[in-house]
């Protein structure tokens, strides 16, 4: 079967100021990286309100409607920017992937790949941070678990920052089993161990600056894979934040491109185990964009091996 790209040109019209590390050619890079790849490619609906609002307020989604500029630029936070076209771009990255979902679930593609900006797990429940407005991941997991009658569904984070927007936004579900790798220390400070989710389901890796990706094997294989099969998910939906690479200005982790395909690889494995291989990915972050477009394009490569 095949794997799907669910993408918008909306992505392009979320802009932030010069030399921001999040910024369109970000999304312009990837999807150039991934131009000649056989995938099926969708356009990324908008996501509906009620969809949003299973982890956001409506007061929140109003507060960030207000502040949207008719031009220019508006700060929300220190590195949180609304453009004319951000909420847009933002609705599609939550409507990719209730798509994505709806579609692996009832088996048109084997699994999928929501290529998006800007990113969301950091985004809390009544706040915009990270570069994220709203929490893209979170919302999937919640559709599936509660407009498609699933019993348990698993969001495995592997960005290089702590997607503190996911756990806060799961941290009550026990439907859902959340696991997070990410260095530590460093921005947003969440994330660490004794950090285990109200009934025992959010699982934080901190992983040490300077360490590669031997290291985040090994955690892998210890700590994460066994979780996931005690856990059994019906659905897994990846945070894929390509930031831990070696030359991403942002963090200090020192991962190559082949360890983002053998962690993609292993987690599909995984998933052909205990879900039948229903995968579905979003774009987190990813801020060199050679880096980016290689270990995203490794990635996508192994999600469509995967579905063969």
Same mark, same amino acid.
């Given at each position: 079967?095949?794997?799907?790209?669910?993408?918008?040109?909306?992505?392009?019209?979320?802009?932030?100021?010069?030399?921001?590390?999040?910024?369109?050619?970000?999304?312009?890079?990837?999807?150039?990286?991934?131009?000649?790849?056989?995938?099926?490619?969708?356009?990324?609906?908008?996501?509906?309100?009620?969809?949003?609002?299973? /982890?956001?307020?409506?007061?929140?989604?109003?507060?960030?409607?207000?502040? =949207?500029? !008719? @031009? %220019? +630029?508006?700060? &929300?936070?220190?590195?949180?920017?609304?453009?004319?076209?951000?909420?847009?771009?933002?609705?599609?990255?939550?409507?990719?992937?209730?798509?994505?979902?709806?579609?692996?679930?009832?088996?048109?593609?084997?699994?999928?790949?929501?290529?998006?900006?800007?990113?969301?797990?950091?985004?809390?429940?009544?706040?915009?941070?990270?570069? /994220?407005?709203?929490?893209?991941?979170?919302?999937?997991?919640?559709?599936? =678990?509660? !407009? @498609? %009658? +699933?019993?348990? &569904?698993?969001?495995?984070?592997?960005?290089?920052?702590?997607?503190?927007?996911?756990?806060?936004?799961?941290?009550?579900?026990?439907?859902?089993?959340?696991?997070?790798?990410?260095?530590?220390?460093?921005?947003?400070?969440?994330?660490?161990?004794?950090?285990?989710?109200?009934?025992?389901?959010?699982?934080?890796?901190?992983?040490?600056?300077?360490?590669?990706?031997?290291?985040?094997?090994?955690?892998?294989?210890?700590?994460?894979?066994?979780?996931?099969?005690?856990?059994?998910?019906?659905?897994?939906?990846?945070?894929?934040?390509?930031?831990?690479?070696?030359?991403?200005?942002?963090?200090?982790?020192?991962?190559?491109?082949?360890?983002?395909?053998?962690?993609?690889?292993?987690?599909?494995?995984?998933?052909?185990?205990?879900?039948?291989?229903?995968?579905?990915?979003?774009?987190?972050?990813?801020?060199?964009?050679?880096?980016?477009?290689?270990?995203?394009?490794?990635?996508?490569?192994?999600?469509?091996?995967?579905?063969?």
């Amino acid at each position: 079967m095949v794997t799907a790209l669910l993408t918008h040109d909306a992505a392009l019209h979320h802009v932030t100021p010069e030399g921001h590390p999040e910024r369109v050619a970000r999304i312009e890079h990837l999807l150039h990286a991934l131009a000649a790849f056989p995938l099926m490619r969708v356009p990324a609906p908008l996501a509906e309100d009620s969809d949003i609002e299973r /982890c956001h307020p409506p007061s929140y989604i109003g507060s960030l409607e207000s502040h =949207l500029p !008719s @031009r %220019g +630029l508006h700060q &929300v936070d220190g590195d949180t920017w609304l453009s004319p076209g951000s909420l847009d771009a933002a609705r599609r990255a939550a409507g990719g992937i209730v798509k994505a979902i709806d579609m692996v679930l009832d088996g048109e593609v084997a699994n999928a790949f929501v290529a998006m900006r800007p990113p969301g797990h950091h985004a809390e429940r009544t706040t915009a941070m990270g570069f /994220c407005l709203f929490g893209t991941a979170a919302i999937g997991a919640k559709y599936a =678990l509660e !407009s @498609r %009658g +699933l019993s348990r &569904v698993a969001v495995v984070d592997f960005d290089v920052h702590h997607g503190n927007g996911t756990q806060d936004l799961l941290w009550h579900e026990r439907r859902a089993l959340t696991i997070t790798s990410h260095q530590s220390p460093l921005w947003p400070g969440t994330g660490a161990s004794h950090e285990t989710g109200a009934h025992d389901n959010v699982l934080n890796l901190p992983l040490p600056p300077g360490s590669d990706g031997s290291r985040m094997r090994e955690v892998y294989e210890d700590r994460v894979f066994p979780r996931l099969r005690d856990f059994a998910p019906e659905l897994i939906i990846l945070s894929a934040g390509f930031d831990a690479h070696a030359d991403d200005p942002l963090a200090n982790l020192n991962w190559q491109t082949e360890d983002f395909r053998w962690l993609t690889e292993r987690l599909c494995e995984l998933a052909s185990e205990v879900c039948g291989g229903r995968v579905v990915s979003t774009l987190e972050g990813g801020y060199d964009l050679q880096a980016l477009s290689e270990a995203g394009a490794a990635h996508v490569r192994a999600l469509m091996e995967a579905g063969e």
